[in-house]
């Protein structure tokens, strides 16, 4: 299997800070172990299966991100939801369908009430799309 581009942060400071706060022989002895080696070992299908599924997740959320205000259609429960698509119309398009491109239950239970650009990843709303103006907009 290949590496997914999963990045890990190397902080020196840390590191130095531990080796500061350790002895010398336990030092001496975390070197001497061996490396960790991973157990777990996919068979053809797997492996396949997980590749289909990250191909799925990667058309899914390609183009733009928009946050959607959505409210429960029996109760009044209302959230938001990170979309994305090259348009607003997509992007509530691919929330009402799901991963799968078939949900309906989305669709019967949740009502999309305002469409907003997304501001960064952490998803803050921006600019009013579409819909009605939300009470807690911008945040």
Known sequence: MSNQGNSVTYRPDLLKVIADATTPSNLASINAQAPCKSTMVLDKDQVNAMRKANNRWQAYTTGNAYVLYVQNRTSDHSFRVVSHGKNVFQAVRRYYRGLDNACNHIWKCTK??????????????????????????PW
């Not at 907003?116 to 807690?136: M, N, W």
């Open 112 to 137: 999309v009430v305002a469409v907003y650009t997304c501001v960064d990843k952490a998803p803050q709303a921006g600019d009013l799309l579409h819909g009605k103006a939300q009470a807690s907009f």
